[in-house]
T-cell receptor
Framework: DQQVKQNSPSLSVQEGRISILNCDYTNSMFDYFLWYKKYPAEGPTFLISISSIKDKNEDGRFTVFLNKSAKHLSLHIVPSQPGDSAVYFCAASAESGNQFYFGTGTSLTVIP | ETGVTQTPRHLVMGMTNKKSLKCEQHLGHNAMYWYKQSAKKPLELMFVYNFKEQTENNSVPSRFSPECPNSSHLFLHLHTLQPEDSALYLC????????????FGSGTRLTVV
């Protein structure tokens, strides 16, 4: 059973607009969440994280929001740039270990 | 060299071949992982090594055999694979503590013919 879900396989956004990528999880024990970005022919690279004691974490153009009651997190990119075009994975882990569970990814295309 | 290095980048092998994937990390991390990425599927955890000891084996077929000779090196030995094993194999490392994410290598694109 998939514990982390990204229900939108793809998203297209105009340059300069906001990109919103969504992620849902089922395990209430998850307390640490990451977003990774992956370009073709490269491994995923860490983008931004949030722990369950916060509901928002911001880093430049990237903001992650966490709604624990809904078991939902989202990544906002504003303004979106063509270089942001990539596959974005969300991942979650529980306090019991350092194993992360990944979603299937959302392919973002930012149109110039 | 820094980060996590995987070799080879691409591999084509027949179903009767034996090959090995190599991963090396230069970050001083004490945990290493093998993940499999297939199209339209989540990243699947295959094996976890903490302090060189295997701690997870997520029902991976025996045709995949990991080896961790030290905390910096991780191998995945492959034999008699099936075409459905074709995928991107990613190695990652981390420091074993809460709040530590992974650093991934670039992956090995494996094609089984």
């Amino acid at each position: 059973d998939q514990q982390v879900k990204q229900n939108s396989p793809s998203l297209s956004v105009q340059e300069g607009r906001i990109s919103i990528l969504n992620c849902d999880y089922t395990n209430s024990m998850f307390d640490y969440f990451l977003w990774y970005k992956k370009y073709p022919a490269e491994g995923p690279t860490f983008l931004i994280s949030i722990s369950s004691i916060k509901d928002k974490n911001e880093d430049g153009r990237f903001t992650v929001f966490l709604n624990k009651s809904a078991k939902h997190l989202s990544l906002h990119i504003v303004p979106s740039q063509p270089g942001d075009s990539a596959v974005y994975f969300c991942a979650a882990s529980a306090e019991s270990g350092n194993q992360f569970y990944f979603g299937t990814g959302t392919s973002l295309t930012v149109i110039p | 060299e820094t980060g996590v290095t995987q070799t080879p980048r691409h591999l084509v092998m027949g179903m009767t071949n034996k090959k090995s994937l190599k991963c090396e990390q230069h970050l001083g991390h004490n945990a290493m992982y093998w993940y499999k990425q297939s199209a339209k599927k989540p990243l699947e955890l295959m094996f976890v090594y903490n302090f060189k000891e295997q701690t997870e084996n997520n029902s991976v077929p025996s045709r995949f055999s990991p080896e961790c000779p030290n905390s910096s090196h991780l191998f995945l030995h492959l034999h008699t694979l099936q075409p459905e094993d074709s995928a991107l194999y990613l190695c990652a490392s981390s420091q074993v503590r809460q709040g530590s994410g992974y650093t991934f290598g670039s992956g090995t694109r494996l094609t089984v013919v």
